[in-house]
């Protein structure tokens, strides 16, 4: 990215500032970490930033669009057809893999389309941790940014409060999941709990009467009154965890975001997005092209890269049953650059998630700010990184 940055931060990077950032990382959170961490931020230039956001808001446009909505409703199982769905999610992610463009500058390509959340808290957390340990280092700025649109912390912090609070009392939001203590994501669930108040829930501990939710604390009775959603589906449908509700039916909750818009905001989207950063998607069902070696085999609901197959043959899609191909895609294959190297001269690959808020009351969707995947390996990733240096959890800074 930026070279100058770059240059210096190499030059002057240690096993110990690394250690360091790691250590004050999790003792702000007072949990470990359960994933990789990586040992540099990425520096965002200018230019790489305007391009990017364009890209993202031009996308999160389309898929914005009232008829096209319409037309994918096809897409949610009656399971999680709940009622009282909201005209946008308040929350949604766009992936892009950072590609070099034909005049070789950075450029970005879509690879998965999420309407759901992501880790807001931890990468604030993980930024302003690396924007203070940066400031000690000897020729890098004194100060950074991370968040599009020229938002400030205070006021971003501000949005994704309203987001995930409208003007309900902490206690009667709930972060749901399933056994959230488990979950690789846990750090996200304690900087939530931390800077705005919403609790992680496991679904199984979740009381009803009639149509309301109950959760129970410290022998106290407390209404649930908007859930902040992070149940994985596919995860859900083969857990065995008992529950006393299901996701369609008609409850006194509001939901961040509604279940509906985990299939509709999704990798699905990419077979109608009409944008030069999407690359060609079709559904498996809709036929198999003579050359597979240009294509990626995916399941269209999965997350952390579950079930990708970056070198599908045709026995491959022929092992898919016929009645589950349109749960399939074949994506044309994104050749990921090199974004920087590390210090040991290793070429390092990068992606790049632009983060969405909607709060409570606007018509659109807010570019608020990035998460970063860097990997060494033939996927994303940090299941598919684990024994790679200068890879894992980054973040997106720029000078402020």
Same mark, same amino acid.
């Given at each position: 990215?930026?070279?100058?940055l770059r240059?210096?931060?190499?030059?002057?990077?240690?096993?110990?500032?690394?250690?360091?950032v790691?250590?004050?990382?999790?003792?702000?959170?007072?949990?470990?970490?359960?994933?990789?961490?990586?040992?540099t931020?990425?520096?965002?230039?200018?230019?790489?930033?305007?391009?990017?956001?364009?890209?993202?808001?031009e996308i999160?446009?389309?898929?914005?669009?009232?008829?096209?909505?319409?037309?994918?409703?096809d897409?949610v199982?009656?399971?999680?057809r709940?009622?009282?769905?909201?005209?946008?999610?308040?929350?949604?992610?766009?992936?892009?893999a950072?590609?070099?463009?034909?005049?070789?500058?950075?450029?970005?390509?879509?690879? +998965?389309?999420?309407?759901? =959340?992501?880790?807001?808290g $931890?990468?604030?957390? !993980?930024?302003?941790? @690396?924007?203070? &340990?940066?400031?000690?280092?000897?020729?890098?700025?004194?100060?950074?940014?991370?968040?599009?649109?020229?938002?400030?912390?205070?006021?971003?912090?501000?949005?994704?409060?309203?987001?995930?609070?409208?003007?309900?009392?902490?206690?009667?939001?709930?972060?749901?999941?399933l056994?959230?203590?488990?979950?690789?994501?846990?750090?996200?669930?304690?900087?939530?709990?931390?800077?705005?108040?919403?609790?992680?829930?496991?679904?199984?501990?979740?009381?009803?009467?009639?149509?309301?939710?109950?959760?129970?604390?410290?022998?106290?009775?407390?209404?649930?009154?908007?859930v902040?959603?992070?149940?994985?589906?596919?995860?859900? +449908?083969?857990?065995?965890? =008992?529950?006393?509700?299901? $996701?369609?039916?008609d !409850?006194?909750?509001? @939901?961040?975001? &509604?279940?509906?818009?985990?299939?509709?905001?999704?990798?699905?989207?990419?077979?109608?997005?009409?944008h030069?950063?999407?690359?060609?998607?079709?559904?498996?069902?809709?036929?198999?092209?003579?050359?597979?070696?240009?294509?990626?085999?995916?399941?269209?609901?999965?997350?952390?890269?579950?079930?990708?197959?970056?070198?599908?043959?045709?026995?491959?899609?022929?092992?898919i049953?016929?009645?589950?191909r349109d749960?399939?895609?074949l994506?044309e294959?994104?050749?990921?650059?090199?974004?920087?190297?590390?210090?040991?001269?290793?070429?390092?690959?990068?992606e790049?998630?632009?983060?969405?808020?909607?709060?409570?009351? +606007?018509?659109?969707?807010?570019?608020?700010?990035?998460?970063?995947?860097?990997?060494?390996?033939k996927?994303?990733?940090?299941?598919?990184?684990?024994?790679?240096?200068?890879?894992?959890?980054?973040?997106?800074l720029?000078?402020?």
């Amino acid at each position: 990215m930026d070279p100058v940055l770059r240059e210096q931060f190499n030059a002057t990077w240690t096993e110990d500032l690394y250690r360091k950032v790691r250590e004050d990382l999790e003792r702000r959170l007072a949990c470990r970490v359960p994933f990789r961490v990586a040992e540099t931020p990425i520096f965002f230039p200018a230019d790489f930033r305007e391009r990017f956001s364009r890209a993202a808001t031009e996308i999160v446009a389309q898929l914005s669009n009232p008829r096209w909505i319409a037309a994918q409703e096809d897409a949610v199982p009656l399971a999680y057809r709940a009622p009282r769905r909201d005209a946008l999610p308040q929350v949604a992610q766009v992936d892009f893999a950072i590609v070099r463009e034909e005049d070789g500058s950075f450029g970005p390509r879509l690879v +998965e389309l999420q309407g759901f =959340p992501s880790l807001y808290g $931890f990468q604030i957390l !993980l930024s302003e941790v @690396w924007a203070e &340990h940066l400031s000690a280092v000897k020729g890098m700025p004194d100060k950074w940014r991370m968040f599009f649109g020229g938002f400030e912390r205070v006021r971003a912090m501000a949005l994704i409060r309203e987001t995930l609070l409208a003007e309900h009392d902490p206690a009667e939001v709930i972060l749901l999941d399933l056994d959230p203590d488990t979950q690789k994501t846990y750090p996200d669930f304690r900087a939530t709990q931390r800077w705005w108040g919403v609790e992680p829930v496991c679904l199984s501990s979740i009381q009803r009467e009639g149509r309301r939710l109950i959760r129970v604390k410290d022998g106290k009775r407390i209404p649930v009154k908007r859930v902040f959603q992070r149940v994985v589906f596919d995860e859900l +449908e083969k857990s065995k965890l =008992p529950r006393t509700f299901a $996701f369609h039916e008609d !409850l006194e909750v509001e @939901w961040v975001p &509604h279940p509906a818009w985990y299939f509709l905001w999704s990798k699905r989207s990419m077979l109608s997005l009409d944008h030069w950063a999407v690359p060609k998607t079709r559904l498996v069902g809709a036929g198999v092209p003579e050359d597979l070696s240009r294509y990626v085999l995916k399941p269209l609901y999965s997350f952390a890269g579950g079930g990708v197959n970056v070198e599908p043959t045709a026995a491959d899609v022929e092992a898919i049953p016929a009645a589950e191909r349109d749960r399939w895609i074949l994506q044309e294959k994104v050749e990921y650059a090199t974004a920087f190297r590390s210090v040991k001269g290793d070429d390092v690959k990068a992606e790049v998630r632009m983060m969405f808020v909607r709060p409570e009351g +606007e018509d659109s969707m807010t570019l608020l700010m990035s998460l970063l995947r860097l990997s060494r390996g033939k996927m994303m990733g940090v299941n598919f990184n684990k024994d790679l240096d200068w890879t894992g959890a980054s973040v997106g800074l720029w000078p402020a």
